[in-house]
């Protein structure tokens, strides 16, 4: 089983190989990483060929306008031929186990999975906060919508043919997410191995930094991309609100 492997870049050149190191150590070794780049003013499109010159299961992409992490996840997407279908961001790392143990997980049973993660910092410091370690089980449209679970993007593995449409919505922040929404709502579960699997770097201009922005970012997708009345919106979020305030791990 081949297992395609979607990022995009853009202006990662600091991050970018040790990010394709960390998929390249896989224990598992039947994969493609599939690359779209952005638009990038630094030397991430130099490193990223240089890459796939040397190893043939990196493929690139090249956005021709500036045009957000939608397209190029989408442009990659489109262009998988795995039977799965796993997400890793261009400053993001795995253990080597990973993809091993999440398609041992997933078996021929669940289609949808994600890991729990750990933070660190743009100098690789561990910062000793695990998400989603202390969950277990599954978890719903209605779940996810009240955010029981954070679902960190580089921890997602998807069984490609149990979905028919994977395109992420057209939004500049947040598009990952809503994604996860979509294909819930067809009544799809997703599925926890909650083992740090993944290392998630947060940087100092991250969006996860900022709460008002991820909190306008919620609300938006809740109202324009859901469609969800203002009352059911307004329950929603305050769920996410207090989750976002109390969640430990």
């Given at each position: 089983?081949?297992?395609?492997?979607?990022?995009?870049?853009?202006?990662?050149?600091?991050?970018?190989?040790?990010?394709?190191?960390?998929?390249?150590?896989?224990?598992?070794?039947?994969?493609?990483?599939?690359?779209?780049?952005?638009?990038?003013?630094?030397?991430?499109?130099?490193?990223?060929n240089?890459l796939?010159?040397?190893?043939?299961?990196?493929?690139?992409?090249?956005?021709?306008?500036?045009?957000?992490?939608?397209?190029?996840?989408?442009?990659?997407?489109?262009?998988?031929?795995?039977?799965?279908?796993?997400?890793?961001?261009?400053?993001?790392?795995?253990?080597?186990?990973?993809?091993?143990?999440?398609?041992?997980?997933?078996?021929?049973?669940?289609d949808?999975?994600?890991?729990?993660?750990?933070?660190?910092?743009?100098?690789?410091?561990?910062?000793?906060?695990?998400?989603?370690?202390?969950?277990?089980?599954?978890?719903?449209?209605?779940?996810?919508?009240?955010?029981?679970?954070t679902?960190?993007?580089?921890?997602?593995?998807?069984?490609?043919?149990?979905?028919?449409?994977?395109?992420?919505p057209?939004?500049?922040?947040?598009?990952?997410?809503?994604?996860?929404?979509k294909?819930?709502?067809?009544?799809k579960?997703?599925?926890?191995?909650?083992?740090?699997?993944?290392?998630?770097?947060?940087?100092?201009?991250?969006?996860?930094?900022?709460?008002?922005?991820?909190?306008?970012?919620?609300?938006?997708?809740?109202?324009?991309?859901?469609?969800?009345?203002f009352?059911?919106?307004?329950?929603?979020?305050?769920?996410?609100?207090?989750?976002?305030?109390?969640?430990?791990?």
């Amino acid at each position: 089983m081949k297992v395609s492997i979607i990022t995009p870049t853009y202006n990662s050149a600091n991050w970018v190989l040790k990010t394709y190191e960390s998929v390249h150590k896989q224990t598992y070794s039947n994969w493609e990483w599939l690359v779209t780049d952005d638009c990038s003013s630094d030397e991430t499109l130099i490193i990223l060929n240089k890459l796939a010159n040397e190893d043939p299961r990196v493929r690139v992409f090249s956005n021709v306008a500036n045009s957000g992490a939608a397209v190029s996840r989408n442009n990659s997407i489109k262009a998988a031929q795995g039977e799965f279908l796993a997400f890793i961001d261009s400053d993001d790392l795995w253990f080597q186990d990973k993809l091993e143990k999440q398609l041992a997980f997933m078996g021929e049973s669940i289609d949808f999975s994600f890991t729990a993660y750990e933070l660190i910092d743009e100098n690789n410091t561990r910062l000793n906060k695990s998400v989603d370690s202390t969950q277990q089980g599954c978890f719903s449209y209605q779940d996810m919508l009240r955010k029981k679970a954070t679902l960190g993007c580089s921890t997602v593995m998807l069984r490609k043919s149990s979905f028919d449409d994977i395109t992420m919505p057209l939004i500049r922040t947040g598009q990952d997410y809503a994604l996860w929404l979509k294909l819930l709502k067809t009544g799809k579960k997703a599925h926890l191995l909650n083992e740090v699997l993944t290392l998630y770097r947060i940087l100092p201009d991250s969006i996860s930094r900022n709460k008002i922005k991820k909190a306008k970012r919620q609300w938006q997708i809740y109202r324009e991309i859901e469609c969800l009345g203002f009352i059911e919106s307004s329950i929603n979020f305050c769920f996410y609100a207090f989750r976002a305030v109390f969640r430990k791990s």
